[in-house]
């Protein structure tokens, strides 16, 4: 450091001695600016930065039995892990090894977990970066940083002596979409081009195999050359958990927490109906929050069914329904919602709560007794009378709606597109492109009509036991499904 300041002093004082005698110094800045301009090329090897965000693990301490649920991919997994583990033979079998595995699904499923479970299970080196990481404006420098990423996880193997490395990329989409989409400049497509090329070249490196896993949530914006064979050989799908599933995330999620004895987290789980692995994740800890907030040295079941409302809908607002007459059309509106779902589908009602909740200001949690992955026509058409039943409501006992169901009809008007598009309609099976937009909505508005006078049908006579149900709810503000229930057994006792 020294050395260098006497330099620069000696510079700048040659320097000033040679204007102070009228020399023309306009040469040595030149000079001086490109030596300095070549230090950077040399040291930077380009001046635009060509690195990307990686992480790189050499030793993963992460398993597959680290990862709640998911056991259809997990065992597709390890299977397609068995040809990088078990190379030897593969080769000797004269078959291909694999190059990549795609893993497509909703966020917050675990196909980052999965892929790092991956590299433990195959003892590999293990890079992780995104899609985003590779996007540039200055042509070249994408695909240049696909070279850089291929070339890294091979020489890390090799610095510590093992043929095997795993590259993570998420979000490819980003990364691998369709070519030609990006007219305005092709760095996109040419970063595509450099990452097919490298897939197609990872067999040439003998001594390092080399296996890229993806993920992404958004399969149908790939381009038709990446997921071709001899590309992502594997594409798992990483769906939604199930009942057991979540039961086993939950179970995961909790094991550092402590929890009171009288939990059910088999409850929980059956009230979590389309959560993700990040989504149970979520409750455990908003439920730990909570029995702190409330200092309890245990995690009671009251703290996990309310960290699953939080998780819905947000935070509580006590401000949002103070209005007395607010409350009371909130708490009809809401009745009218449970008391239609269970009269179609007994049961399925978990909790009927008028606690405002970030934009909702009252809310029914339903519990399927059969987790559905396919609908008939009269499954939805149940699941829309279901919403439109708030409404009508208050339009029953209050001779008017409101603009609190603004959000229902929407979700009723999708089921009802749902209908027609799935060729569930009067029209039979459709091309929406070929169908006139008038006729689309004109075929809506009949299914919806039609369901709304049923679901007024129903509601017609109820009124002692939606009052009921109201006057409950105005004093506890909360009904658990089993209370519910109650109240409409004793109320049909009393009318026979």
Same mark, same amino acid.
């Given at each position: 450091?020294?050395?260098?300041?006497?330099?620069?002093?000696?510079?700048?004082?040659?320097?000033?001695?040679?204007?102070?005698?009228?020399?023309?110094?306009?040469?040595?800045?030149?000079?001086?600016?490109?030596?300095?301009?070549?230090?950077?090329?040399?040291?930077?090897?380009?001046?635009?930065?060509?690195?990307?965000?990686?992480?790189?693990?050499?030793?993963?301490?992460?398993?597959?039995?680290?990862?709640? $649920?998911?056991?259809?991919?997990?065992?597709?997994?390890?299977?397609?892990?068995?040809?990088?583990?078990?190379?030897?033979?593969?080769?000797?079998?004269?078959?291909?090894?694999?190059?990549?595995?795609?893993?497509?699904?909703?966020?917050?499923?675990?196909?980052?977990?999965?892929?790092?479970?991956?590299?433990?299970?195959?003892?590999?080196?293990?890079?992780?970066?995104? $899609?985003?990481?590779?996007?540039?404006?200055?042509?070249?420098?994408?695909?240049?940083?696909?070279?850089?990423?291929?070339?890294?996880?091979?020489?890390?193997?090799?610095?510590?002596?093992?043929?095997?490395?795993?590259?993570?990329?998420?979000?490819?989409?980003?990364?691998?979409?369709?070519? $030609?989409?990006?007219?305005?400049?092709?760095?996109?497509?040419?970063?595509?081009?450099?990452?097919?090329?490298?897939?197609?070249?990872?067999?040439?490196?003998?001594?390092?195999?080399?296996?890229?896993?993806?993920?992404?949530?958004?399969?149908?914006?790939?381009?038709?050359?990446?997921?071709?064979?001899?590309?992502?050989?594997?594409?798992?799908?990483?769906?939604?958990?199930?009942?057991?599933?979540?039961?086993?995330?939950?179970?995961?999620?909790?094991?550092?927490?402590?929890?009171?004895?009288?939990?059910?987290?088999?409850?929980?789980?059956?009230?979590?109906?389309?959560?993700?692995?990040?989504?149970?994740?979520?409750?455990?800890?908003?439920?730990?929050?909570?029995?702190?907030?409330?200092?309890?040295?245990?995690?009671?079941?009251? /703290?996990?069914?309310?960290?699953?409302?939080?998780?819905?809908?947000?935070?509580?607002?006590s401000d949002r329904a103070k209005n007395a007459q607010t409350l009371h059309r909130v708490s009809i509106h809401e009745a009218g919602h449970a008391l239609m779902s269970e009269i179609l589908t007994p049961g399925s009602v978990d909790q009927i709560t008028v606690t405002s909740r970030g934009n909702a200001l009252g809310y029914v949690r339903h519990t399927p007794k059969e987790e559905q992955t396919l609908y008939t026509k009269s499954d939805l058409e149940r699941e829309i009378m279901i919403l439109l039943a708030g409404?009508?409501?208050?339009?029953?006992?209050?001779?008017?709606?409101?603009?609190?169901?603004?959000?229902?009809?929407?979700?009723?008007?999708?089921?009802?597109?749902?209908?027609?598009?799935?060729?569930?309609?009067?029209?039979?099976?459709?091309?929406?492109?070929?169908?006139?937009?008038?006729?689309?909505?004109?075929?809506?508005?009949?299914?919806?009509?039609?369901?709304?006078?049923?679901?007024?049908?129903?509601?017609?006579?109820?009124?002692?036991?939606?009052?009921?149900?109201?006057?409950?709810?105005?004093?506890?503000?909360?009904?658990?499904?089993?209370?519910?229930?109650?109240?409409?057994?004793? /109320?049909?006792?009393?009318?026979?």
């Amino acid at each position: 450091m020294r050395k260098m300041e006497i330099g620069m002093g000696l510079l700048f004082g040659s320097l000033s001695y040679l204007i102070y005698i009228g020399y023309d110094i306009t040469p040595f800045i030149i000079l001086a600016f490109l030596l300095y301009l070549l230090y950077v090329i040399s040291r930077k090897k380009g001046l635009i930065n060509i690195t990307t965000a990686q992480k790189t693990v050499e030793n993963i301490k992460f398993s597959f039995d680290d990862i709640g $649920g998911l056991e259809t991919p997990k065992q597709e997994l390890k299977e397609a892990l068995e040809f990088l583990i078990k190379s030897n033979v593969v080769n000797k079998m004269g078959i291909r090894p694999i190059k990549g595995i795609l893993l497509t699904g909703p966020p917050g499923t675990g196909k980052t977990l999965l892929a790092k479970a991956a590299a433990g299970y195959s003892d590999a080196v293990f890079i992780a970066t995104s $899609g985003s990481e590779f996007i540039e404006m200055y042509a070249g420098v994408g695909a240049q940083r696909i070279r850089n990423l291929f070339q890294k996880a091979r020489e890390t193997a090799r610095n510590s002596k093992k043929h095997r490395a795993i590259i993570f990329i998420d979000e490819i989409e980003v990364l691998g979409g369709k070519r $030609g989409n990006n007219t305005s400049h092709l760095e996109y497509d040419q970063t595509l081009n450099q990452l097919l090329v490298e897939m197609d070249g990872m067999n040439t490196q003998t001594d390092v195999q080399v296996l890229l896993i993806a993920a992404t949530n958004r399969p149908d914006l790939l381009d038709s050359a990446i997921l071709r064979p001899g590309r992502f050989d594997r594409q798992v799908k990483v769906d939604l958990p199930d009942k057991d599933s979540r039961l086993s995330i939950l179970q995961l999620h909790c094991q550092n927490k402590p929890l009171d004895k009288e939990v059910n987290l088999e409850e929980i789980a059956s009230s979590t109906y389309g959560f993700s692995g990040a989504h149970l994740e979520n409750v455990a800890n908003e439920a730990a929050i909570l029995a702190l907030r409330e200092k309890s040295r245990l995690i009671k079941q009251v /703290h996990l069914r309310e960290a699953v409302d939080k998780v819905i809908l947000g935070e509580k607002l006590s401000d949002r329904a103070k209005n007395a007459q607010t409350l009371h059309r909130v708490s009809i509106h809401e009745a009218g919602h449970a008391l239609m779902s269970e009269i179609l589908t007994p049961g399925s009602v978990d909790q009927i709560t008028v606690t405002s909740r970030g934009n909702a200001l009252g809310y029914v949690r339903h519990t399927p007794k059969e987790e559905q992955t396919l609908y008939t026509k009269s499954d939805l058409e149940r699941e829309i009378m279901i919403l439109l039943a708030g409404a009508l409501s208050e339009e029953l006992f209050l001779l008017e709606r409101s603009t609190g169901a603004a959000n229902d009809f929407q979700k009723a008007m999708e089921l009802t597109q749902r209908i027609v598009s799935c060729g569930l309609s009067r029209l039979g099976v459709i091309s929406l492109e070929l169908l006139p937009e008038q006729e689309f909505y004109q075929v809506c508005q009949e299914i919806i009509k039609e369901l709304e006078a049923k679901t007024r049908e129903i509601l017609q006579g109820k009124n002692v036991l939606i009052s009921k149900v109201v006057d409950v709810l105005k004093k506890k503000e909360k009904i658990s499904g089993i209370e519910f229930r109650e109240i409409l057994s004793a /109320h049909k006792e009393m009318s026979a």
